[in-house]
Every structure is written in C-alpha cells, then in structure tokens.
C-alpha cells in the first residue's frame, strides 16, 4: 500500500515538473496552448493529488519527525512560489527564465532530499 502511495506520489511530481515546464516553453514562446482550458485545469489537479499522496504517507509513517521533511517542504513552497512568480508576475522573458531556473534548482534540491533522506542545514 505504502509504496504503490510512494510510486504514485513520484509519478504526480514527474508530471508537475513536466507541466511547469512545457507551460512555460508555451509563455516564453506566446503560445495560444496556455488558454486551453485543460492545460489551465490539468496541473491543479495534479499538483493537489502530488499533495494528498504527500500527506496520506506522512500519516502511515512518523516522517515530520526527520529534519529533510523540513527542508524539503521548505523547497516546495519556494517551488510554488517561483511558479507563481513565472506565469503572474514575471513581465519579461529574462525573469520568466529565471523563475523557471529558480524552479527547476527547487526541484533538484527536492529530490536530493527525498532521495538521501539527509537534511542540508538541519540535524
Ligand atoms: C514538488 C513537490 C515534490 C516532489 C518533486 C517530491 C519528490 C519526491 C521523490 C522523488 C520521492 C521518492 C524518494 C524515494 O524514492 O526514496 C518522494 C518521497 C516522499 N515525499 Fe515527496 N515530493 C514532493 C512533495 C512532497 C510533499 C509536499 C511532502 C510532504 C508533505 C512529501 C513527502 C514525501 C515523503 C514522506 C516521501 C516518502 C519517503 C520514503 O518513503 O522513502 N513530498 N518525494
């Protein structure tokens, strides 16, 4: 049960990460591809469904008890953050680039964390 949770819960931030990147290709480009209405629907759900397979595995295992948990939720609010900074605020191509490299840093740091399980700052 647990690792199907863990499967699907890396499966979920595969295609957030892969979201966020075609939609911003799409911005950078001008591409009408970003007024669908599915390309505007399809990552929330994503996103709240990467979230409750999050949660649902912290409540089978004591994990908010490990330091890195910390640090990586830490990085997932940034992550969300560099992506509402890319598709509202952003006004130029430079600085959407920069909110997606801002992003894309969160992610490897994220996954770093999930995988090593060893906190950066924290002990
Ligand atoms: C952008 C968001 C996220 C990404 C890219 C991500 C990525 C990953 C990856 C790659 C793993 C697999 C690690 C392994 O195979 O050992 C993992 C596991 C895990 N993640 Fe996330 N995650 C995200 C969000 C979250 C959030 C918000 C939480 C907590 C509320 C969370 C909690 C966990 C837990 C508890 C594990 C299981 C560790 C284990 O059983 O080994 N993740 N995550």
Known sequence: MYTGIKHLHVLLAVLSV???ITRAIWLLRGSDLLQ???VKIVPHVIDTLLLIAAITMVSMVPWLGQPWLWEKLVMVVLYIGFGFYIFKFAQSAATRVAGLVGAVGCIALIAHLALSKVPFVLS
């Open 18 to 20: 892969v979201f966020l």
């Open 36 to 38: 669908r209405k599915w």
